[in-house]
């Protein structure tokens, strides 16, 4: 099983709404991520866990609160956001560096998030 | 911090040969990465370099010279299902972390 999926594919909220995307893998990967990716740019990094441990942040605001409750969920809980926040939200796992050959991420298909 | 530059659009025929390069400035390196990326689609791996030289996948092959900071992948006997944005990505040093460049949008054409 090489996939990663992402809960609910598309999620339409108000500024004032709190909600939260998931993200599964079962591959026994031990590093996950979660990318924001505007249209026609590449994905932007905003956190990484590693070993179920916050290793990254990129300076994301605090608005985007993630959550890491084992080693096969990623959570990110949304609350206030802008309506710049508006994005494609990907989740990514792959095995930590040290632990295998090429440790390539897996992509989950996205979180389509529309702010309004 | 890593600066990594590719060709924003490319256009080439089906069947055809496309070479789509890419060059960096990284203050570490650990790995090159090329994706592909549908519209609307997750970005799928396709190759990985972290020395130098060829790797091969089928019609797909990348290279990678750590000491020109340049990498290209190759497409060959292009399919029209091809078209797509092909990400270049730098993992640093230290970390599993990918720095993405901006993507090379291919469009076939019959």
């Known amino acids: 099983d090489t996939e990663v999926t992402q809960t609910p594919k598309h999620l339409v909220m108000g500024m004032t709404n709190k909600k939260s995307l998931k993200c599964e893998q079962h591959?026994?990967?031990?590093?996950m991520y979660w990318y924001k990716q505007k249209a026609k740019k590449p994905p932007e990094l905003m956190f990484v866990?590693?070993?179920?441990?916050?290793?990254i942040n990129e300076s994301v605001p605090s608005r985007f609160s993630p959550e890491c409750p084992n080693s096969s969920l990623l959570n990110l809980h949304l609350h206030a956001l802008q309506p710049e926040d508006s994005a494609l939200y990907l989740c990514?796992?792959?095995?930590?560096?040290?632990?295998?050959?090429?440790?390539?991420?897996?992509f989950g298909p996205g979180t389509r998030l529309t702010v309004t | 911090g890593q600066n990594i530059d590719q060709p924003t659009e490319m256009t080439a025929t089906e069947g055809a040969i496309v070479q789509i390069n890419c060059t960096y400035q990284t203050s570490g390196f650990n790995g090159l990465f090329w994706y592909q990326q549908h519209a609307g689609e997750a970005p799928t791996f396709l190759s990985y370099n972290v020395l130098d030289g060829l790797e091969e996948k089928g019609r797909f092959s990348s290279f990678l010279s750590r000491s020109k900071g340049y990498s290209y992948l190759l497409l060959k006997e292009l399919q029209m299902k091809d078209s797509a944005s092909y990400l270049c990505a730098v993992r640093d040093s230290g970390y599993s972390t990918l720095t993405f460049g901006k993507g090379t949008m291919l469009l076939v054409s019959p």
């Open positions: 591959m026994g990967h031990r590093a």
């Open positions: 990514a796992s792959s095995q930590p560096m040290g632990t295998g050959e090429t440790y390539e991420q897996y």
């Open positions: 866990y590693s070993y179920e441990k916050l290793s």
